[in-house]
T-cell receptor, first 110, second 114 residues
Framework: EAGVAQSPRYKIIEKRQSVAFWCNPI?????LYWYQQILGQGPKLLIQ????????DSQLPKDRFSAERLKGVDSTLKIQPAKLEDSAVYLC????????FGPGTRLTVT | AQSVTQLDSHVSVSEGTPVLLRCNYS??????LFWYVQHPNKGLQLLLK??????LVKGINGFEAEFKKSETSFHLTKPSAHMSDAAEYFC????????????FGAGTRLFVKA
């Protein structure tokens, strides 16, 4: 089966700009996660969807981050405006039990 | 509430010697437990999982882990380290009863010396 797809793989933006990431989960996986992994740290859950409903967004900085999962399949994560501390790898995962991770998007904010 | 603690931020072993990466968890519900590995500049790969079946779980690349409810531990072991095992390892707790709410440990970096 095809894995979790993410795009873009790399993105460089200036602070205060906006950016969006896209994730296509494994077919049939109802649960979708977005994580932020800062260099040298473990992944931190930003938001978890069950189908197109939000299960947990307690660690999502809602003043600048937003995410949606229309039709319970693909998802987008947006940052607006970006800050220097948002530089990280953004990981998408989907699950029916154990999580399968995409390759991630490496964001650099200058 | 649930939490996961990886007791060592770094572990260094010699090639051919045993590996032990320690993980303790806390959960109000019956958890599922996982170990993931992340090689430099690579994605996260599932090593093994515990989901309330056998307490000794075998994974890929010769790794295994034992679920000990009395000790709330899920330590990862391998009898003989290989240079290719050098990577970051994450212990993960997930709670099916809470819609698979998931928490990652901080990670343990494994160094393997020749």
């Amino acid at each position: 089966e095809a894995g979790v797809a993410q795009s873009p793989r790399y993105k460089i933006i200036e602070k205060r700009q906006s950016v969006a990431f896209w994730c296509n989960p494994i077919s049939g996986h109802a649960t979708l996660y977005w994580y932020q992994q800062i260099l040298g740290q473990g992944p931190k859950l930003l938001i978890q969807f069950q189908n197109n409903g939000v299960v947990d967004d307690s660690q999502l900085p809602k003043d600048r981050f937003s995410a949606e999962r229309l039709k319970g399949v693909d998802s987008t994560l947006k940052i607006q405006p970006a800050k220097l501390e948002d530089s990280a790898v953004y990981l998408c995962a989907s699950s029916r039990g154990e999580q399968y991770f995409g390759p991630g998007t490496r964001l650099t904010v200058t | 509430a649930q939490s996961v603690t990886q007791l060592d931020s770094h572990v260094s072993v010699s090639e051919g010697t045993p590996v032990l990466l320690r993980c303790n968890y806390s959960s109000s519900y019956s958890p599922s437990l996982f170990w993931y590995v992340q090689h430099p500049n690579k994605g996260l790969q599932l090593l093994l999982k515990y989901t309330s079946a056998a307490t000794l779980v075998k994974g890929i690349n010769g790794f295994e882990a034992e679920f000990k409810k009395s000790e709330t531990s899920f330590h990862l072991t391998k009898p003989s380290a290989h240079m290719s095992d050098a990577a970051e390892y994450f212990c993960v707790v997930s709670v099916p009863a809470q819609g698979f709410k998931t928490i990652f440990g901080a990670g343990t970096r494994l160094f393997v010396k020749a």
